[in-house]
């Protein structure tokens, strides 16, 4: 069993930026999700083993998915915050194969996720 931790969240203005990361490499998907209040739990960004990536399109040209096996690392850098993108942020991993950030449900370990809160 891995257990995963997020770290990077916080409270920002509209506009700011911030980094989430998550110490964990080596799976063959490794995503971000998110959940804000009253709506269910959605993909942002996916990366699987052959870099490949896949973007939420409210997230498309302002967050960046990226994975450094040397320091064990998955992270999340988001720009250009909305407050349209206060959530629970997770991370998580699978040795399955995802075509979808809709492949929620192949997901096997996930972390407890980590606050995101942005003011306008």
């Known amino acids: 069993q891995v257990d995963l931790v997020e770290s990077g969240g916080g409270a920002v203005q509209a506009g700011g930026s911030l980094r989430l990361s998550c110490a964990v490499s080596?799976?063959?998907?490794m995503g971000w999700f998110r959940q804000a209040p009253g709506k269910g739990r959605e993909g942002v960004a996916i990366?699987?083993?052959?870099?490949?990536?896949m973007y939420a399109e409210s997230v498309k040209g302002r967050f960046t998915i990226s994975s450094d096996s040397a320091k064990n690392a998955l992270s999340l850098q988001m720009n250009s915050l909305k407050p349209e993108d206060t959530a629970v942020y997770y991370c998580?991993?699978?040795?399955?194969?995802?075509?979808?950030?809709?492949?929620?449900?192949?997901?096997?370990?996930w972390g407890r996720g980590t606050q995101v809160t942005v003011s306008s």
């Open positions: 998580a991993v699978t040795m399955f194969p995802t075509r979808s950030l809709r492949d929620l449900g192949l997901f096997t370990n």
């Open positions: 080596g799976y063959r998907s």
């Open positions: 990366i699987r083993d052959d870099g490949t990536t």
